[in-house]
């Protein structure tokens, strides 16, 4: 999982698996951010979850928040090649704080 | 569209140089925020602004200046460059919700 001063963690898998990102915070937040990035841009988000949402789908993604352990997770299913990316959970509704991210690598 | 515009894009200054990089934003959100960004470290606040005016200091403030003219441009400067402020510079602007994110000013100081 992801966050603090861990290093970047860095998953790789075959096209068509599913695939599983945690992260865990260290202050109260009410909305947990996930966001990707490809090489040389801009991170860009790809779901938000509040604290009264607990899990949201968006296309074959799916984020869980646990505000009792402080963690949330981001799922991908089925990944596809354009999948591959490092992706990051951030906390806070204005001020972000940012996870050291997940690199995944998606072979075809 | 919404967008956040960096520039320059990429730059290489000097040690002791002064350095300013720029952001422009057609969103009209009042919230701006420069983030860097190194490997292992992930996105680290520097400086962010609640509208034109304000600035205010994030997590790693040390060693840079902001400036919010206006509702549209916000600037990160670093006044006396050092080699440690080598890093990958994004910009990104937002209110409720996600801030959307410019594309990165890349920053070598030799």
């Keep these: 999982s992801q966050w603090g001063e861990e290093n970047l963690q860095a998953l790789s898998i075959q096209e068509g698996e599913d695939v599983t990102m945690n992260c865990s915070y260290k202050t109260y937040t009410t909305v947990v951010h996930w966001y990707r990035q490809d090489s040389g841009r801009g991170p860009a988000l790809i779901i938000l979850i509040r604290s009264n949402e607990r899990e949201k789908r968006s296309g074959r993604l799916r984020a869980t928040l646990d505000t009792s352990s402080q963690s949330s997770s981001l799922s991908i299913t089925a990944a596809q090649c354009e999948d591959t990316a490092v992706y990051f959970c951030a906390t806070d509704e204005y001020k972000l704080t940012f996870g050291t991210g997940t690199s995944l690598l998606v072979d075809p | 569209e919404a967008a956040v515009t960096q520039s320059p894009r990429n730059k290489v200054a000097v040690t002791g140089g002064k350095v300013t990089l720029s952001c422009n934003q057609t969103n009209n959100h009042n919230n701006m925020y420069w983030y860097r960004q190194d490997t292992g470290h992930g996105l680290r606040l520097i400086h962010y ?62």
């Design chain 2, 49 to 110: 602004s609640y509208g034109a005016g304000s600035t205010e200091k994030g997590d790693i403030p040390d060693g840079y200046k902001a400036s919010r003219p206006s509702q549209e441009n916000f600037s990160l400067i670093l006044e006396l460059a050092t080699p440690s402020q080598t890093s990958v510079y994004f910009c990104a602007s937002g209110d409720m919700g996600a801030p959307l994110f410019g594309e990165g000013t890349r920053l070598s100081v030799l």
